[in-house]
């Protein structure tokens, strides 16, 4: 069974920073695995912002430059470092695993889900 735990969301204030992590068990984030981060705001559709697709690095324009993307193999963890926050950036984010063939931005990309840390960002 593979299960996705979420930390580190919380409240900052516009060009501040958060690191988010993701413990996942039961799948490896090693190698040329797929794991990646999403984000959901209210009355938006869940959008991609970063993942480690069949092993390497992507996000998406709206977050190159101020969101990185890393892992810990040995604690099978993935984390999201964001600086620069701006208001755009709030919504609840989520941590995605397992290559499901589709887009990697996009739901159909993956298999497995956490349940999602709020990050709120206040001008």
């Known amino acids: 069974q593979v299960q996705l735990v979420e930390s580190g969301g919380g409240s900052v204030e516009a060009g501040g920073s958060l690191t988010l992590s993701c413990v996942v068990s039961?799948?490896?984030?090693?190698?040329?695995?797929?794991v990646g981060w999403f984000r959901q705001a209210p009355g938006k559709e869940r959008e991609g912002v970063a993942a480690?697709?069949?092993?390497?690095?992507v996000s998406s324009d709206s977050v190159k430059g101020r969101f990185t993307i890393s892992r810990d193999n040995a604690k099978n963890t993935v984390f999201l470092q964001m600086t620069n926050l701006t208001p755009e950036d709030t919504a609840m984010y989520y941590c995605?695993?397992?290559?499901?063939?589709?887009?990697?931005?996009?739901?159909?990309?993956?298999?497995?889900w956490g349940q999602g840390t709020q990050v709120t960002v206040s001008s």
């Open positions: 480690f697709v069949i092993g390497t690095p």
């Open positions: 039961g799948y490896s984030v090693a190698n040329k695995n797929c």
């Open positions: 995605a695993a397992g290559c499901a063939g589709g887009r990697w931005n996009t739901p159909l990309g993956f298999n497995w």
